[in-house]
Antibody, heavy 124, light 110 residues
Framework: QVTLRESGPALVKPTQTLTLTCTFSGFSLSTSGMCVSWIRQPPGKALEWLAR???????YYSTSLKTRLTISKDTSKNQVVLTMTNMDPVDTATYYC????????????????WGQGTLVTVSS | QSALTQPPSASGSPGQSVTISCTGTSSDVGGYNYVSWHQQRPGKAPKLMIY???KRPSGVPDRFSGSRSGNTASLTVSGLQAEDEADYYC??????????FGGGTKLTVL
């Protein structure tokens, strides 16, 4: 059974760095072709892809946010970590991690399992 | 890259069919066979309904179908049911390992 769960602070102050952890089970990120992405959704707004890490440790970032994002993985702990620097109130959103559907390309956007999301509010 | 364009809302009566469009460019929707559709009910995580333009994951009813013409992809829901009421988001590969989402469409079952 595949599950993903996001964890991290619910509230951060402007200019602070956000660190989110995605803990997953039911699959291995060391399996060839597997990858995990982070996606966010501001309240009442659309989804936005943020970053992706692949089984071979390749990392990819949203063009508009790449200077602020870092993604990493700990395969032994089944975790993917996302850090976002210089947080701003416009970064208030629910942050999701999601796994790509097996057999599809990592960049295809076909996410078959998602975490429940974690709401991060940026406010002083 | 810009977000894909979806109509804010769509509606239909039970049993009817409704089609939701997703318009991009030749650099995303029209350039790659990597359009996906996700359904999102209020307060829930998105659920994959269509991938690679027209493929259905296991467990998704065949009432849901996807297609593409040029730079516009479409999601058609046939035989509308009350449980289909949700937000629907398209996404597309946009090259250089970038993924772009649409603005979302709220589907109402009348």
């Amino acid at each position: 059974q595949v599950t993903l769960r996001e964890s991290g602070p619910a509230l951060v102050k402007p200019t602070q760095t956000l660190t989110l952890t995605c803990t997953f089970s039911g699959f291995s990120l060391s399996t060839s072709g597997m990858c995990v992405s982070w996606i966010r959704q501001p309240p009442g707004k659309a989804l936005e892809w943020l970053a992706r890490i692949d089984w071979d440790d390749d990392k990819y970032y949203s063009t508009s946010l790449k200077t602020r994002l870092t993604i990493s993985k700990d395969t032994s702990k089944n975790q993917v970590v996302l850090t976002m620097t210089n947080m701003d109130p416009v970064d208030t959103a629910t942050y999701y991690c999601a796994r790509i559907l097996g057999g599809t390309s990592c960049y295809a956007g076909s996410f078959d399992y998602w975490g429940q999301g974690t709401l991060v509010t940026v406010s002083s | 890259q810009s977000a894909l364009t979806q109509p804010p809302s769509a509606s239909g009566s039970p049993g009817q069919s409704v089609t939701i469009s997703c318009t991009g460019t030749s650099s995303d929707v029209g350039g790659y066979n990597y359009v996906s559709w996700h359904q999102q009910r209020p307060g829930k995580a998105p659920k994959l309904m269509i991938y690679e333009v027209s493929k259905r994951p296991s467990g998704v009813p065949d009432r849901f179908s996807g297609s593409r013409s040029g730079n516009t992809a479409s999601l058609t829901v046939s035989g509308l049911q009350a449980e289909d009421e949700a937000d629907y988001y398209c996404s597309s590969y946009a090259g250089s390992n970038n993924l772009v989402f649409g603005g979302g469409t709220k589907l109402t079952v009348l």
